[in-house]
């Protein structure tokens, strides 16, 4: 083992940690220092260094800035038109008041597709207050299976930023991520939200805090079939795209009079067009623009204006992405990326309990799922080259699920769910904290499942 490269990584985790923790400075720069620091203690010639690090970003950001850019736009043009509430009171009308908690974990593993986890939770806030004002059972059994499903979809399932900035430094097909993101993540919202729901709602008792500022008044909601075909057509595409240009399609052979495949070469190419994320995204954001705002009285300014908002809060997400990207090609340069490789084949670990580790240890330290992903990601992108797709996929996974692990007071997570559900801190570890350590076990057990298969 090369005791200066494992030095190198070492201080330069170490430097990111101190930066976000005791400085409290922007994860951005910190990750930028860091993969400076540790190109330097590794012995990096200074030019190579800044070459790093345009190439780290430049190959991150051509990717991520477009697809975190488009998104972010899709959810806030689905979030204006009342979209969220009108699948939530749809689907707790299609279950019954028995299996409300199974409806709520659906609304938000669907909702935070296209809109954050922070967004999500605070437009659907009122309808969890209602439901615990006529039932007067715990706010706990409606609002844990929400937080979940938010939970899930925000770390496991593109093109929300996590999974997308770790699937481009991983190298990942964004649908077969797709894929896992949904196989692992129904399973772990399952566990940690309606299951998980029902023992804590019995031991710890909340009602919904009064609020003044809950709009009231009848509003017209767009139809829940427009909102879900809205939101799966760019899913289905990217995961057609996949599927149809996977290997499995490479020996096909439909014959169709002289030609020579039902799928053809034209075929999968318009296909990886259309299916791209970059087309797939856009095609969204058109649909929703018309059918969500301008059929709907939404002005062409407005819809500008709100537009332009949710790149924002985009813009800080595409930043610290390219950083994180910045922070890999470092560790790939120095040659820290084979090191790591041959201490895990010598020592015999799991790759995906490796990422899985490393993700859960940044997390609880500094408290950011995403600057945990993006950490991680970095240090095993070295890692993948003899993997196929799905185990990549996989890998993603694994990640993300470390990353969710734990939530606690260094996480805004953990102070927004305590304020808008009126719990107090200990509350908040026996119910938020606990949720997300569940669901982060869940999504390794899955993973470590699925392995065997793939």
């Not at 991520?64 to 488009?70: R, S």
């Not at 993006?374 to 993300?400: C, F, H, K, Q, R």
Request: glycine share 10%; net charge neutral; aromatic share 8%.
């Amino acid at each position: 083992m090369d005791y200066q490269l494992l030095l190198a990584i070492s201080i330069g985790i170490i430097v990111l940690l101190i930066l976000i923790l005791r400085f409290k400075m922007q994860a951005f720069i910190a990750l930028l220092i860091a993969g400076i620091t540790v190109g330097v203690i590794a012995g990096m010639p200074p030019v190579q260094i800044i070459d790093s690090i345009k190439n780290g970003m430049g190959g991150t950001l051509g990717f991520v800035a477009v697809v975190v850019g488009l998104g972010a736009m899709f959810g806030a043009i689905l979030e204006q038109s009342g979209g969220a509430e009108a699948l939530a009171s749809y689907l707790l009308k299609k279950f019954g008041e028995k299996n409300t908690s199974m409806a709520l974990m659906l609304t938000g593993f669907f909702i935070a597709i296209p809109v954050f986890f922070d967004v999500g939770f605070i437009i659907l806030v009122p309808l969890i207050y209602s439901l615990q004002r006529r039932t007067k059972k715990s706010l706990l059994l409606y609002a844990i299976p929400l937080l979940a499903g938010l939970a899930v979809t925000h770390a496991f399932i593109p093109p929300t930023p996590g999974p997308v900035a770790v699937a481009d430094i991983l190298s990942a097909d964004l649908g077969w991520v797709i894929l896992m993101g949904f196989i692992t993540g129904i399973p772990a919202a399952l566990i940690s939200g309606p299951v998980f729901a029902k023992y804590i709602s019995k031991r710890i008792h909340i009602e919904a805090p009064e609020v003044d500022n809950i709009q009231s008044g009848e509003k017209i909601f767009p139809g829940v079939g427009v909102i879900l075909t809205i939101i799966g057509i760019p899913i289905l595409l990217i995961v057609a795209n996949t599927v149809l240009n996977s290997p499995f399609f490479d020996n096909v052979n439909l014959s169709i009079g002289n030609e020579k495949s039902f799928f053809s070469i034209d075929l999968k190419a318009w296909m990886g067009l259309i299916g791209h994320p970059f087309t797939a995204l856009i095609l969204a954001n058109v649909i929703a623009w018309y059918v969500l705002g301008i059929r709907r009285g939404t002005t062409r300014a407005e819809l500008l204006e709100i537009c332009t908002k949710s790149l924002g809060p985009a813009g800080i997400i595409i930043l610290l992405t390219g950083a994180g990207g910045a922070f890999k090609q470092l560790l790939v340069d120095t040659g820290s990326g084979e090191m790591i490789a041959g201490y895990l084949n010598q020592s015999g670990m799991n790759i995906f309990l490796f990422a899985f580790i490393l993700a859960a240890m940044v997390r609880i330290l500094q408290g950011s799922a995403t600057v945990a992903m993006i950490t991680a990601a970095g240090i095993v992108a070295s890692l993948v080259i003899d993997m196929n797709p799905l185990e990549t996929a996989l890998l993603v996974i694994a990640i993300a699920s470390g990353a969710s692990i734990l939530s606690h007071v260094n996480d805004s997570g953990f102070w927004l769910v305590s304020k808008y559900l009126g719990l107090d801190e200990k509350q908040t570890f026996r119910s938020w904290t606990i949720m997300t350590t569940i669901l982060a076990l869940t999504g390794l057990a899955m993973v470590s499942l699925l392995s065997l298969f793939v």
